[in-house]
């Protein structure tokens, strides 16, 4: 090789180190992972939660613009139980970033997460009631989210694992899918897909054609379609119609409507069921059902309560988990004979726990 090509090689791999070298220090200057840090804890303190990073987040320019997180942390402010752990994150960040644009980040993409459900209940619990009368601030949310192995658990018992997430931005107008898979304690496989077009207006959240589909395993598949609107706190409607099939016991024809609350009645979900052998027209309040549903797990509570709801069921035959319910009739509120005297829910239902 001659001595003039020897020197055009190494003048070549200066000039593509220092290219490579200001492109890194570039990254740093220009992404600056601290402002988004700083951004993240603000957004997280401002809904009464503390994030932290195991170290500090690193910047990454290919394939695309991005932040890598290592060890995430979410909590409420004092508590000790987290309500999520993830080993890591990536923000993804549009390319006009780079270049001066604003602060946004495209996509959120968290590994491993963990989710207490506990700890996000005692959250939620505690956070200040917003007046019925004030309307929510609904933003527009341009982050799409992506969760991979996934779970949720309470205290040390996994409810969901292999949990995966896939979901859009949330822009008025455009459409807004959803996709996410899990498998349950029993190792039964659980997938629920949706879409909607949100609409939103001022301080209200418009869904128009939401086509939802839930299926656990080859046992049960739901299917529903329909409109809803929401303009804070239990001012909520919504209407749906569709199929719920199970495998053995035929397919049922199924409707929900939800009103919203007003000074005299809660927010109510209407449930209508008609299939083979199984009818049910029931009157639901969500809120208060949720509560009934939450006080099942509480060794504190010895009592078996009713569950909150008005109407009539006739079901020929109910399996959950492990546990058979057979001839359960409900009748409850207003359909309640006059000869039922005081009792809310009169049922004979036959029970087997299944080997």
Do not use: C
């Not at 009645?265 to 009934?292: E, M, Q």
């Amino acid at each position: 090789m001659s001595r003039g090509l020897r020197l055009i090689l190494l003048a070549l791999g200066g000039l593509a180190t220092t290219l490579v070298l200001v492109a890194v220090i570039a990254v740093y200057l220009v992404l600056q992972p601290d402002r988004f840090t700083r951004m993240l804890q603000g957004q997280a303190r401002s809904a009464g939660l503390e994030l932290n990073l195991a170290s500090p987040a690193s910047p990454t320019l290919f394939p695309r613009p991005a932040l890598d997180l290592d060890g995430i942390t979410l909590n409420a402010e004092g508590a000790n139980a987290p309500i999520l752990l993830a080993a890591r994150g990536r923000l993804a960040l549009p390319w006009r970033t780079l270049f001066g644009g604003p602060t946004v980040i495209s996509q959120l993409q968290i590994d491993s997460p963990r989710v207490d459900l506990d700890a996000l209940q005692e959250w939620l619990a505690a956070l200040p009631a917003q007046p019925g009368s004030v309307p929510p601030n609904i933003p527009r949310i341009d982050t799409g989210i992506s969760i991979k192995r996934g779970s949720v658990v309470r205290g040390n018992e996994v409810l969901l694992d292999n949990v995966a997430l896939q979901a859009g931005s949330l822009i008025s107008g455009q459409p807004f899918p959803l996709a996410l898979s899990a498998t349950t304690a029993a190792n039964t496989p659980l997938q629920l897909r949706l879409s909607a077009t949100p609409r939103i207006e001022g301080n209200t959240l418009q869904l128009d054609n939401i086509i939802l589909r839930l299926s656990q395993g080859s046992a049960m598949t739901l299917t529903l379609t329909g409109n809803a609107h929401w303009h804070g706190a239990a001012d909520a409607s919504a209407r749906f119609t569709g199929k719920l099939d199970q495998a053995g016991a035929g397919q049922y024809d199924i409707s929900l409507a939800l009103t919203p609350a007003d000074q005299n009645n809660p927010l109510l979900l209407a449930l209508k069921l008609d299939g083979p052998d199984n009818h049910a027209d029931l009157r639901l309040p969500p809120l208060a059902l949720a509560h009934w549903w939450n006080q099942l797990g509480d060794e504190r509570t010895s009592r078996l309560s009713v569950p909150p709801m008005n109407g009539h069921a006739e079901i020929a035959r109910i399996e959950t988990g492990s546990v058979s319910i057979e001839g359960l009739t409900v009748q409850a509120g207003d359909s309640v004979p006059a000869a039922a005297g005081t009792a809310a829910a009169p049922a004979k239902p036959v029970a087997s726990k299944k080997p």
